[in-house]
Each structure stands twice: as C-alpha cells, then as structure tokens.
C-alpha cells in the first residue's frame, strides 16, 4: 500500500509565498520521478514542476522563476516553493508520484491534493 500526502496549502495574499510538501509512504523499492500539478475551477490539471530522483527538474514555462521544486530522497519527500504568488495560482495543487515496486512494475499515485488560495 502506498500513500502520497501533500501539505502546507492555505490562504495568502498576493505576492506572498507558501511551501507545499509531498511525502510518500508504504512498501516500494524505489521512486523515479515526482510532480506537482494544479486543477483551478473548471480548468484541466496542469503540471507545475516535475522532479526526478538524480533531480532533473522541469518546470511550466509559465512558472520559471517563480517556484522551486526540491527533493530529499532519504525521506522520500518532495517541496515546490512558490514565491510572489498571483490570484491566478489559486487551484488545488496535486502530488503524483512515479514509482518502482518491490517487483520492478511501475506506478504513479496521486495524493489527495491541497488547496492554495491567493487573494488580491
């Protein structure tokens, strides 16, 4: 069973930051790649960044500059720093992670997902 937990969502202002966490969980020999996406009301889910483990990373264009994503692979965690955030970030921003079982088959897993709002 494998578990992805994201954190650190919430209300701000614009021009502020939040740091948001995905941590995953359960039995699985390795995990390849991690992303955070965002869905805002009545759009498609877009990627935000997208991490690997060696830490290749990959970025919407719209969003270079302006967030960071980061890894720790010993506690299987991953971080997106948004920085100068804009009322058009508001969504609710989802972890997927990609990932190696204990039998070499490959599996992505979404978490619940956390919601970011940004006021003017």
């Known amino acids: 069973q494998v578990q992805v937990v994201e954190s650190g969502g919430g209300l701000v202002q614009a021009g502020g930051s939040l740091r948001l966490s995905c941590a995953a969980s359960?039995?699985?020999?390795?995990?390849?790649?991690t992303g955070w996406y965002r869905q805002a009301p009545e759009k498609q889910r877009e990627l935000v960044a997208h991490i690997t483990t060696p830490g290749r990373t990959n970025y919407a264009d719209s969003l270079k500059g302006r967030f960071t994503i980061s890894r720790d692979n010993a506690e299987n965690t991953v971080c997106l720093r948004m920085n100068s955030l804009k009322p058009e970030d508001t969504a609710v921003h989802y972890c997927?992670?990609?990932?190696?079982?204990?039998?070499?088959?490959?599996?992505?897993?979404w978490g619940q997902g956390t919601q970011v709002t940004v006021s003017s």
């Open positions: 359960g039995s699985f020999f390795s995990i390849s790649a």
């Open positions: 997927n992670v990609e990932l190696c079982t204990h039998r070499l088959d490959e599996y992505s897993y």
